[in-house]
């Protein structure tokens, strides 16, 4: 038999240790990196093994078999964690087969090892490519032949080369890349697979309505917003579907013209759009289509981003009849006028002005000077003034008052009238008096309008708590206070388990009730702790900022709340344990890997997953995936 021949039993060896990886990959990816690390180590391990008790003897004492493809992929892929199982287990098997070639074989082994983990390091902080895998064969093949041009006389290199080496090295070559190939493959698969569950967690966790339609306007993907928008128990129940069998026939060609036009344009539209639910009830939503493409750069579809501000609508509503009210009462309001010469003497005024100034009416006639009638308004006590006023304040006033400009006075009354000043042409000056007191009152109102609006923009409606905005607000400050002052930082994220079932056994009402409950809880158990955060992250998921807080101290609070919802016994039928629960993500600053915002919520979010994979009614933290019962944590 050839080389070939003999070697082809090492090739197969190489392709199942890569299907055995290929295949438990995804679960040893689920109990972490070192956990890939050493289940990567021992699949190789026992590839080593298996071809070199499979080996072709081309002289007396020296064996061939493909060992090196195998060492240096689990230090390539594996770093020094993979790579040290299969070197053990290659030495540890050479050193008993023994023979003239030991001397050779260990240097080339740990040469092997020493291509995968520099071709490891080289790579370390980037993808790995295509040609990564070539150069690492190419680097396989050198280390598993240079032995045997030192061992062997020149003299025999010829034949050696073409009998020997040249094939041996292709071999190692080709069952290097074979192995790299595939296990670089099923990485980037496994990554995409990790990469489109994130992003499927979070449009599922939007509270905004996001969908794609195809060409004909048929879903293809929507998240539950949308379907909880549509009507519908599930997204999926939207899939295949067109607006049509949803709304009337005017609705859906109205939605319909905003997705041709932005197929049209193939740009991005922005367009405001009032329907009227299914419930018989309008409603507004703020639409962005923005043209799907393929990627060969085709149109293939739209995506739509719908926000409902049917709410925002009703208040911008309402201050524009609060506007309309001021100015009409502004437009209707009588004002008192008087007419003064260049001397400053009354030469005229209206019934108005006598109205608004009762009680020195008698002063306020013709021929009066405007001293006069300022000093009879203090005096009379008709406009407020200090007790103990002096003299110069008529005269002050009188200057005022005399020069174009518009001021405020107050009665003492209460009443506000505002004054405004105009020359004339003949050197006198013309003044206007309003009752702005309405006014005032009404700007009052206007501004505790715009307190509410605001406030309203930053506060959940369901829940009363902050809301996403107000989070991301709060958290930026939180945090930048928390490395400047260099304090600890925790956050907790909680998402109540099983929600899903819960709404679809009782219903989204009763689903909003308890959200309610479960927060009100929150709140309630957390008022103790000075500047604690609780906010509504989305969905069924609570977010709590506990600042100063170390990771001990902000596990310890989520297994207080843990427990506390839990003994809260509320029924929940699709529960396993019978009642809602919730499972936390526990994360702090100082325990995190970057002193990063995003890696602070990427931590919490990561324990929160870790809680639910365990069985949720826990709390996880991304530093241990024991369970944590640790009593509650109070603090001043």
Request: proline share 4%; with cysteine; net charge neutral.
């Amino acid at each position: 038999m050839t080389v070939w021949h003999d070697l082809l039993s090492n090739l197969a060896i190489v392709a199942l240790a890569t299907g055995f990886w290929t295949l438990g990959h995804r679960h040893a990816a689920e109990r972490g990196e070192r956990a890939q690390q050493l289940v990567l180590g021992a699949i190789m391990a026992a590839g080593t093994v298996a071809c070199m008790s499979l080996p072709f003897q081309f002289m007396d004492g020296v064996y061939l078999d493909t060992r090196y493809t195998f060492l240096a992929v689990s230090g390539f892929f594996g770093g020094p964690v993979a790579a040290a199982l299969p070197l053990m287990a290659g030495l540890l098997r050479r050193a008993m087969i023994g023979g003239t070639g030991l001397s050779v074989a260990v240097p080339q082994m740990l040469a092997a090892s020493a291509v995968g983990l520099l071709a490891h390091r080289h790579t370390s902080g980037r993808p790995i490519r295509y040609k990564d895998v070539v150069l690492l064969s190419v680097g396989v093949a050198v280390t598993g032949i240079l032995g045997f041009y030192v061992k062997l006389s020149p003299s025999t290199w010829l034949g050696l080369t073409r009998g020997t080496t040249i094939p041996f090295a292709l071999v190692l070559c080709g069952a290097t890349q074979l192995a790299g190939l595939a296990l670089l493959q099923e990485r980037r698969r496994h990554d995409a697979t990790v990469e489109n569950r994130m992003y499927r967690s979070i449009i599922e966790a939007l509270p905004d309505c996001l969908n794609a339609k195809d060409m004909a306007g048929r879903f293809i993907a929507a998240n539950p917003a949308t379907a909880l928008l549509m009507g519908v128990a599930t997204p999926d129940a939207l899939i295949g579907r067109k607006d049509d069998d949803f709304y009337s026939l005017e609705v859906a060609e109205r939605f319909r013209q905003a997705e041709v036009e932005a197929l049209k344009t193939g740009a991005p539209l922005t367009v405001e759009q009032r329907f009227v639910r299914r419930n018989g009830s309008a409603a507004w939503l703020s639409t962005l289509k923005v043209p799907l493409r393929d990627r060969h750069g085709h149109l293939v579809g739209v995506i739509t981003h719908n926000r409902d501000i049917t709410e925002y609508k009703h208040l911008l509503q309402e201050l524009s009849v609060a506007q309309s009210r001021l100015a009409d009462a502004m437009a209707s309001m009588a004002d008192g006028l008087s007419m003064f010469d260049a001397n400053g003497k009354l030469v005229y005024q209206n019934e108005r002005l006598l109205e608004l100034f009762p009680l020195t009416a008698d002063v306020r006639q013709p021929g009066q000077s405007l001293f006069t009638i300022v000093k009879a308004s203090i005096e009379r006590g008709e406009e407020a003034a200090p007790s103990g006023w002096p003299e110069d304040v008529i005269e002050r006033t009188v200057d005022v008052l005399s020069k174009p400009g518009d001021r405020a006075l107050r009665l003492r009354d209460g009443r506000f009238i505002e004054a405004r000043t105009r020359k004339t042409g003949e050197g006198g000056f013309l003044i206007v008096f309003s009752d702005i007191t309405a006014q005032r009152e009404r700007e009052a109102r206007l501004r505790d309008l715009n307190s509410r609006l605001k406030e309203l923009a930053h506060t959940d409606g369901l829940t009363q708590l902050p809301n996403r905005r107000a989070f991301d607000q709060t958290l930026d400050s939180v945090f930048a206070n928390a490395l400047k002052r260099g304090t600890d930082l925790g956050l907790l994220m909680i998402d109540v388990d099983h929600f899903k079932r819960y709404n679809d056994t009782y219903g989204h009402p009763a689903g909003d009730e308890c959200l309610r409950q479960i927060t009100a809880v929150i709140e309630t158990t957390l008022a103790p702790m000075t500047g604690s955060v609780v906010a509504r992250y989305g969905g069924e998921e609570v977010a709590v900022i506990l600042p100063m807080a170390n990771l001990a101290e902000t596990i310890s609070v989520g297994s207080l709340l843990c427990n506390c919802v839990r003994d809260m016994r509320l029924e929940h039928a699709g529960h396993e344990h019978g009642v809602v629960t919730v499972s936390v993500g526990a994360a702090a600053l100082r325990s995190i890997a970057a002193p990063e915002k995003e890696e602070l919520l990427r931590e919490a979010d990561s324990a929160l997953y870790a809680a639910k994979a365990s069985g949720r009614d826990c709390v996880r933290s991304a530093i241990t995936s024991d369970l944590v019962n640790t009593p509650g944590v109070s603090w001043n």
